[in-house]
């Protein structure tokens, strides 16, 4: 009876006694067996985990050379490196993992067969019951630097840096650049650039589209330059020294980014992607009656100079923006300026807080930029080579923009290196300046900053030489620097990471010896 009221869908049943004190069901005593339902136990649900992601070449014969393995990165992130350069990243996966189905960025994915874009980082869900897990998928290919194919018409070589050639111009960028996966096509000239580095295996060049293009973020414009950092092995010296112009007072320091350049078919190297020193608003912004000029010993032999020469600099000041004539209105506006200036400088009342040098010369910006060369000790800058101010009608004469550093740092075997010594004070107008009791308070004041900023140079250094780890590695495949002198180089290291800790080391008693010698003043 007790039975007939049970639930007729009972999932399992077991027997318990119940012994009853009042009643006697039979003769024997014997206890009633109730059947109890139980529910059944409902097994746990495993975490959802990613144990694998390949891409195999059998199954991407377009992009892969060899099998590609992903490295799992904590709970959370995969990174893949491609080893060979590829245009786009539609890529077929395979997995191992726990869970019932995939999702890559919420799209259904069968696992082995289904192509998808990896050219800007995606999110690979697993789902198992009720629980997901999700993985961020990182695809750099080759390297994992943006990479720029150029080609010429008829693949023609590049010999001159006067005459500009046509070429077709493709950048693909990373999944960690500002604007990750995107891809700019478009036509371009390019020509030759640069003194001595022109003379090197390596070449620099540089860019002119026909319609302004923003690349890898920068502002638009029509020029840029490539920069090939053959003489600096670690590739970091220009990229440090535009860290510390970024953080300092000058009003505009060139962007840049690393790229590898496939050049006519072949790789080519590791280069920086420079935005050409120029006025514009989104570079030398003075106007359109301003002026950049450029402090070089070389201009007096290069045809589209526009140059002239005042008592107390050695070499010549070229009017490198905007373009003039000799003897034409703004030619003459722009000599009478700096020579004025110049003469001032240098007079009996130069000390004059109304009529001396300060009416002429921007304080903070003069102050910053010697800085800055002579913390990296820059060899060219004693106002010899690539020195460059600008000057904004009604304003003062400012230094600036930075340019030039791959032989600073130390990197030179024939001049005085340091990191121990002066070096930039001694640059004609500088000198003169440090005359000033005001020049100095701003310069030991500015140090104090800089030497403050310690740390965060590090850091920049570090991460950069990080961000270039498999880049190096191909550029010296392509190049053999390391173990071989290339100009102007004091040491040769070796291996990169011993060329960036002696860059690094050299920097860190620079910085030590000039607080000593600022705090002497």
Request: proline residues 4%; glycine residues 6%; negative net charge.
């Given at each position: 009876?007790l039975?007939?009221?049970?639930?007729?869908?009972?999932?399992?049943?077991?027997?318990?006694?119940?012994?009853?004190a009042?009643?006697?069901?039979?003769k024997?005593?014997?206890?009633?067996?109730i059947?109890v339902e139980?529910?059944?136990?409902?097994p746990?649900?495993?975490?959802?985990?990613?144990?694998?992601?390949?891409?195999l070449?059998y199954d991407?014969p377009?992009q892969?050379t060899?099998?590609?393995k992903?490295?799992?990165?904590g709970?959370?992130?995969?990174?893949?490196?491609?080893?060979?350069?590829?245009s786009?990243?539609?890529?077929?996966?395979?997995a191992?993992y726990?869970?019932?189905?995939?999702?890559?960025?919420?799209v259904?994915?069968?696992?082995?067969?289904?192509?998808h874009?990896?050219?800007k980082?995606?999110?690979?869900t697993?789902a198992?019951?009720d629980?997901?897990?999700d993985?961020?998928?990182?695809?750099?290919?080759f390297t994992?630097?943006?990479v720029?194919?150029i080609?010429?018409?008829?693949?023609?070589?590049?010999?001159?840096?006067e005459?500009y050639?046509?070429a077709?111009f493709k950048?693909?960028?990373d999944v960690?650049?500002?604007?990750?996966?995107?891809?700019?096509?478009?036509s371009v000239?390019i020509?030759?650039?640069?003194?001595?580095t022109?003379?090197m295996?390596?070449?620099?060049y540089a860019?002119k589209?026909?319609?302004?293009?923003?690349?890898l973020?920068?502002?638009k414009d029509?020029?840029?330059?490539?920069?090939n950092?053959?003489?600096?092995?670690?590739m970091?010296?220009?990229k440090t020294?535009f860290f510390?112009?970024?953080?300092?007072?000058?009003?505009?320091t060139?962007r840049?980014h690393?790229?590898?350049l496939?050049?006519?078919g072949?790789?080519n190297?590791?280069?920086?992607?420079c935005?050409?020193l120029k006025?514009?608003k989104?570079r030398?912004?003075v106007?359109?009656?301003g002026?950049?000029f450029?402090?070089d010993?070389?201009v007096?032999?290069?045809s589209?100079?526009r140059?002239?020469?005042?008592?107390h600099?050695?070499n010549s000041?070229?009017?490198?923006?905007p373009?003039?004539?000799?003897g034409d209105?703004?030619?003459n506006f722009?000599?009478e300026?700096?020579t004025?200036a110049d003469?001032?400088?240098?007079?009996?009342?130069?000390?004059d807080?109304?009529e001396?040098w300060q009416?002429?010369?921007d304080?903070?910006?003069?102050?910053?930029?010697y800085?800055?060369?002579?913390?990296?000790?820059?060899?060219d800058?004693?106002?010899?080579?690539?020195?460059?101010m600008n000057y904004?009608?009604g304003g003062?004469?400012?230094?600036?923009?930075?340019w030039?550093?791959d032989?600073?740092f130390?990197?030179?075997?024939?001049?005085q290196?340091?990191p121990e010594?002066?070096?930039v004070?001694y640059a004609?107008?500088?000198y003169?300046m440090f005359a000033?009791?005001a020049?100095?308070?701003?310069?030991?004041?500015?140090?104090?900053y800089?030497y403050?900023k310690?740390?965060?140079?590090?850091?920049?250094?570090?991460a950069n030489?990080?961000?270039?780890?498999y880049?190096?590695q191909?550029?010296?495949?392509?190049w053999?620097?390391?173990?071989?002198?290339t100009?102007?180089n004091?040491?040769?290291w070796?291996?990169y990471?011993?060329?960036?800790?002696?860059?690094?080391?050299w920097?860190?008693?620079?910085?030590e010896?000039?607080?000593?010698?600022?705090?002497?003043?």
């Amino acid at each position: 009876m007790l039975q007939a009221k049970l639930k007729p869908k009972m999932k399992k049943l077991i027997y318990v006694t119940m012994f009853f004190a009042t009643l006697s069901c039979s003769k024997d005593n014997d206890e009633p067996e109730i059947p109890v339902e139980i529910p059944e136990e409902v097994p746990e649900v495993e975490d959802p985990q990613l144990k694998s992601l390949t891409f195999l070449s059998y199954d991407n014969p377009m992009q892969l050379t060899t099998d590609v393995k992903g490295e799992i990165i904590g709970d959370s992130i995969v990174e893949f490196w491609i080893p060979n350069i590829t245009s786009d990243k539609l890529l077929i996966p395979k997995a191992e993992y726990v869970g019932e189905s995939i999702k890559i960025d919420d799209v259904p994915s069968t696992i082995g067969s289904t192509k998808h874009d990896f050219k800007k980082p995606v999110i690979l869900t697993i789902a198992n019951g009720d629980k997901t897990k999700d993985y961020t998928i990182y695809v750099h290919s080759f390297t994992g630097l943006p990479v720029m194919w150029i080609e010429t018409e008829g693949r023609k070589d590049i010999t001159s840096k006067e005459v500009y050639q046509r070429a077709s111009f493709k950048l693909v960028e990373d999944v960690r650049t500002r604007a990750a996966g995107d891809i700019i096509e478009d036509s371009v000239s390019i020509k030759g650039r640069g003194n001595s580095t022109w003379g090197m295996a390596k070449k620099p060049y540089a860019l002119k589209f026909d319609k302004k293009v923003s690349l890898l973020g920068e502002p638009k414009d029509k020029s840029w330059v490539l920069l090939n950092n053959y003489a600096d092995k670690t590739m970091l010296r220009i990229k440090t020294a535009f860290f510390l112009g970024e953080i300092s007072n000058l009003e505009y320091t060139a962007r840049s980014h690393f790229v590898e350049l496939i050049l006519n078919g072949r790789y080519n190297g590791t280069y920086q992607l420079c935005e050409k020193l120029k006025i514009g608003k989104d570079r030398v912004n003075v106007g359109d009656d301003g002026y950049l000029f450029e402090i070089d010993a070389r201009v007096t032999g290069e045809s589209d100079s526009r140059y002239f020469t005042v008592n107390h600099l050695a070499n010549s000041v070229d009017i490198k923006d905007p373009d003039v004539e000799y003897g034409d209105e703004k030619y003459n506006f722009a000599k009478e300026l700096v020579t004025v200036a110049d003469s001032v400088l240098y007079s009996a009342n130069f000390l004059d807080p109304n009529e001396g040098w300060q009416k002429y010369f921007d304080i903070d910006s003069f102050a910053d930029w010697y800085l800055i060369n002579e913390i990296t000790h820059n060899t060219d800058s004693r106002m010899s080579l690539s020195c460059y101010m600008n000057y904004k009608k009604g304003g003062k004469l400012k230094m600036g923009p930075l340019w030039d550093f791959d032989i600073a740092f130390g990197n030179t075997d024939y001049a005085q290196r340091g990191p121990e010594g002066f070096w930039v004070i001694y640059a004609n107008w500088i000198y003169r300046m440090f005359a000033d009791p005001a020049f100095v308070a701003k310069v030991k004041e500015r140090f104090n900053y800089f030497y403050s900023k310690r740390d965060d140079i590090m850091r920049e250094i570090n991460a950069n030489a990080n961000y270039l780890k498999y880049a190096v590695q191909e550029n010296e495949n392509r190049w053999h620097t390391f173990y071989t002198y290339t100009w102007p180089n004091y040491d040769i290291w070796g291996s990169y990471n011993n060329e960036v800790q002696s860059m690094k080391e050299w920097l860190n008693a620079r910085f030590e010896w000039l607080k000593g010698e600022f705090d002497k003043m």
